[in-house]
């Protein structure tokens, strides 16, 4: 097997590029006191970015906001909501949403 020096400096180039801004971060906000306020501000975050990702995939379709959604996503979410809430265990809300997503499929075809 040849070894081409292209590939294997892009593979470091990217390797290093996608190192960078994990690390970096990481360095920086270990040496500072975080406020509480910030604390309680970046506790939120993973979920803003979960919802905004969810949301995006059952409200939009092609870009632009959808009257009506297309597939039977947004009626999974109902029950998967519900669990989330009730249960607060990512575990459960993961397996309520794939248990409605197959029976969705299953009655609508």
Aim: proline share 8%; net charge positive; charged share 15%.
């Amino acid at each position: 097997m040849e070894i081409r020096w292209e590939v294997f400096l892009m593979i470091a180039g990217a390797s290093i590029v996608t190192f960078i801004p994990r690390i970096v971060p990481l360095v920086l906000l270990s040496r500072i006191r975080i406020p509480d306020w910030g604390m309680t501000w970046l506790k939120y975050v993973p979920i803003a970015v979960m919802a905004a990702l969810v949301g995006q995939e059952l409200f939009l379709e092609n870009g632009k906001p959808a009257l009506f959604p297309p597939g039977p996503e947004l009626y999974a979410a109902l029950p998967t909501i519900a669990v989330a809430l009730l249960t607060r265990s990512l575990l459960a809300t993961v397996v309520a949403g794939m248990i409605s997503m197959m029976l969705l499929r299953a009655l609508l075809g």
